[in-house]
């Protein structure tokens, strides 16, 4: 190598000339390096150490917040399903006429006035001293529907006729006594002697907001006629 200040020929690695006795702060090295290469090197990261990907990132803890929001969200549902039918009474409105006299007869067995006068349109209910007295005997009377055949006679999107083919109802009156309303006998067979094609029909419409009796009980409402509803007519 060669001393950067005079240019004499030195050993290498000297660190004083020995030619002009100037000493350099470094070692003399101005001999170049034929061949440099700079090689970059990369580290491979460790797989433990990588930074997941998004849909890595959703570990166990996260998969569980997940679960938890559906589930309050059906939570919510079903709480709105319970109470729109505790607002409604917990069952649902008839989808035909022949549920809606169903039902009457189904409240009456249950004693439960409130539930037969649902069935009626406003303009067939009975009036506020009709309803206590017939409410009272009802709570006081056990009625048995012994057999009820039904079929619908004639129907279209808003009205039906329901016929009444046979009825037998069962009482149990507060003192014990019992008695049996038949609709044959106690109905029909006297009409029959001079109108032979008579038969019990029940009118039912509905106006949108679902199927309603619209007849009272054939003879008007009492405790004694709640058991058979419509009126006779020909089919």
């Avoid at 809606?100 to 067939?124: I, L, Q």
């Avoid at 057999?147 to 009825?167: G, K």
Wanted: aromatic share 8%; glycine share 8%; proline share 5%.
């Amino acid at each position: 190598m060669e001393c950067q200040f005079c240019g004499e020929e030195l050993p290498l690695n000297s660190a004083v000339c020995t030619a002009c006795g100037k000493e350099a702060e470094q070692f003399f090295l101005t001999e170049e390096v034929k061949e440099s290469r700079v090689s970059k090197r990369t580290r491979e990261v460790p797989a433990a150490k990588r930074l997941p990907s998004p849909r890595q990132q959703v570990g166990f803890t996260d998969r569980w917040k997940i679960a938890g929001v559906i589930l309050g969200a059906l939570a919510v549902i079903a709480i709105g399903i319970f109470a729109a039918m505790a607002l409604s009474g917990g069952e649902s409105k008839p989808e035909n006429a022949l549920e809606v006299v169903d039902g009457y007869y189904e409240a009456m067995v249950k004693s439960d006035f409130g539930k037969m006068t649902s069935y009626f349109a406003n303009a067939f209910l009975p009036s506020s001293e009709e309803a206590a007295v017939i409410e009272k005997a009802i709570g006081e009377t056990k009625y048995q529907v012994i057999e009820l055949d039904t079929r619908t006679v004639s129907e279209d999107e808003r009205e039906a006729i329901v016929e009444i083919e046979s009825l037998q109802v069962k009482y149990t009156n507060p003192n014990g006594g019992t008695g049996t309303h038949t609709l044959s006998t106690d109905v029909l067979q006297p009409l029959h002697l001079t109108q032979p094609n008579l038969r019990m029909l029940v009118r039912v419409m509905d106006e949108g907001s679902g199927w309603l009796l619209t007849d009272r009980p054939m003879n008007g409402w009492s405790a004694e006629n709640i058991w058979l509803i419509g009126k006779p007519g020909a089919p």
